[in-house]
């Protein structure tokens, strides 16, 4: 019996440890690309880059990777920074259509009678095309009624 009562033994067999080879890792070349190098790629190489179309000759890290995403990122941003092929045109189109409806209102207000009036006193702003006969006709006094026109006739 044991000395200690609380204390176990327990018999495990020993088991031999196989003999297990770890082989050599290769040395990975890993591509070393400069950030003025990656500037001066167009998109396309860059994209080709990326998905692993164009074969660089070694691995790409994943600094590298994300360093010709960011580029790539940043000149989308400045291409969608852009504006509009449009907009110039339609602002000076908007100026232009401002511009002449000032003088179109300019125009309009000085045809106006009153305005005529007080810019010119003396010459009157409407030209009549009645005849003068009937111009004199309408300038008399016109009769009440018929009882004024037959006493007219029965003094003469």
Same mark, same amino acid.
Do not use: C
């Given at each position: 019996?044991?000395?200690?009562?609380?204390?176990?033994?327990?018999?495990?067999?020993?088991?031999?440890?196989?003999?297990?080879?770890?082989?050599?890792?290769?040395?990975?070349?890993?591509? !070393?690309?400069?950030?003025?190098?990656?500037?001066?790629?167009?998109?396309? !190489?860059?994209?080709?880059?990326?998905?692993? !179309?164009?074969?660089?000759?070694?691995?790409?890290?994943?600094?590298?990777?994300?360093?010709?995403?960011? !580029?790539?990122?940043?000149?989308?941003?400045?291409?969608?920074?852009?504006?509009?092929?449009?907009?110039?045109?339609?602002?000076?189109?908007?100026?232009?259509?401002?511009?002449?409806?000032?003088?179109?209102?300019?125009?309009?207000?000085?045809?106006?009678?009153?305005?005529?009036?007080?810019?010119?006193?003396?010459?009157?702003?409407?030209?009549?095309?009645?005849?003068?006969?009937?111009?004199?006709?309408?300038?008399?006094?016109?009769?009440?009624?018929?009882?004024?026109?037959?006493?007219?006739?029965?003094?003469?």
């Amino acid at each position: 019996m044991p000395d200690d009562p609380f204390k176990l033994n327990i018999n495990i067999p020993q088991f031999a440890m196989p003999d297990i080879r770890i082989p050599k890792m290769p040395e990975i070349e890993v591509a !070393e690309i400069t950030a003025a190098d990656i500037k001066a790629m167009k998109d396309d !190489e860059i994209i080709q880059i990326l998905t692993g !179309e164009k074969d660089m000759g070694a691995m790409i890290d994943l600094g590298t990777r994300q360093v010709l995403t960011n !580029e790539l990122m940043t000149r989308t941003i400045k291409q969608a920074s852009k504006p509009h092929w449009s907009v110039m045109p339609s602002f000076w189109l908007l100026v232009a259509t401002v511009v002449l409806t000032a003088l179109a209102l300019v125009v309009a207000f000085v045809g106006l009678p009153q305005v005529q009036k007080l810019l010119n006193p003396e010459k009157p702003f409407y030209q009549s095309t009645q005849p003068v006969v009937e111009k004199q006709l309408l300038l008399q006094p016109a009769k009440k009624n018929s009882e004024d026109i037959t006493t007219d006739k029965g003094k003469k």
